[in-house]
């Protein structure tokens, strides 16, 4: 027969145990969310990929470019192009261009996006200054490349077939500064250029 201060000290053990548990899920919520929106495309998030496929189809589809910026951003930040029409498979170069009004060096980071949110598993960029941090002097105006292509297997799929018309969205976000030196990250790039 177990005593009271025996069945406390269990409960306490299995109490302190539950806490570290929901600690634990609470830190692996945000990579797992991210891992599983990247791999089904989620939410509309974009998939990475090294090439284009070798297939390309008759099918066209238009691709319409949105750029955002965050309440606390200053930067000016449009893309280059509103519009443009490709075949499915087809590999496409796109641009984005970021300008720096202020007069401080700025670091941001871009969030994307595509909608119809079903299609972003299909829609891949192999190349995108979405995948690191940029960083604009005071007046420094930058164009920025994407480069894209819409699977094929867009075309397998009974749900996304009328789907026409895909938005590449993007916003831009000061990134925090008391975590990086952006000053020597600008000065680092500027060498890196030359």
């Known amino acids: 027969m177990q005593t009271s201060e025996n069945k406390s000290k269990r409960l306490a053990l299995v109490l302190v145990a539950v806490v570290f548990a929901m ?3 609470a ?3 945000v990579p797992l969310y991210d891992l599983f929106c990247r791999v089904t495309g989620y939410g509309g998030t974009t998939q990475e990929a090294s090439a284009a496929p070798d297939t390309v189809i ?3 589809i238009i691709i ?4 955002n910026t965050a309440r606390d951003m200053p930067w000016k930040f449009k893309p280059a192009q509103h519009r443009m029409e490709l075949q499915v498979g087809q590999s496409a170069l796109a641009f984005y261009e ?3 009004p202020s007069d401080k060096t700025i670091a941001g980071t871009a969030t994307f996006n595509v909608t119809p949110v ?9 190349e995108c200054f979405c995948f690191t941090e940029q960083v604009l002097k005071p007046g420094e105006r930058v164009e920025m490349p994407v480069t894209f292509f819409v699977d094929p297997a867009i075309d397998e799929d009974p749900n996304a077939r009328e789907v026409k018309v895909i938005t590449l969205s993007y916003t ?7 975590e990086t030196d952006v000053s020597a990250r600008a000065d680092q790039k500027s060498v ?3």
Request: glycine content about 6%.
């Open 118 to 126: 079903k299609v972003g598993q299909y829609f891949s960029k192999i």
């Open 192 to 194: 890196d250029v030359n």
């Open 98 to 100: 970021a300008y720096n």
């Open 64 to 67: 319409e470019f949105d750029a």
């Open 172 to 178: 831009f976000f000061v990134t925090d500064e008391e």
């Open 27 to 29: 830190y692996a919520a």
């Open 58 to 60: 008759d099918r066209k």
């Open 23 to 25: 600690v634990g899920a």
